[in-house]
């Protein structure tokens, strides 16, 4: 995971702070600075961290399977 702010950090950073996450991933595509992404995490969420690309494939999943497009 790349370090520093992404693209749409100070939106992810809203997103974490109204809702008091462990970690919080914003992804945006055709936005108005273009397709990128951001994730912010407390510095003892390390556990929530390592469970993050499991979360990511599970969601691409579903994502297929709700457009007809089985893996």
Do not use: H
């Not at 370090?3 to 992810?12: N, R, S």
């Not at 997103?15 to 108005?32: P, W």
């Not at 951001?38 to 510095?43: D, E, P, T």
């Amino acid at each position: 995971m790349p370090v520093g702010p992404g693209k749409y950090d100070p939106e992810c950073t809203l997103v974490r702070e109204a809702t008091g996450a462990a970690l919080v991933a914003v992804i945006v595509m055709g936005g108005d600075r273009g397709q990128g992404f951001s994730v912010q995490f407390n510095a003892d969420a390390f556990e929530v961290v390592a469970r993050l690309p499991d979360l990511l494939r599970t969601m691409a999943q579903d994502i297929e399977k709700s457009m007809g497009n089985p893996t």
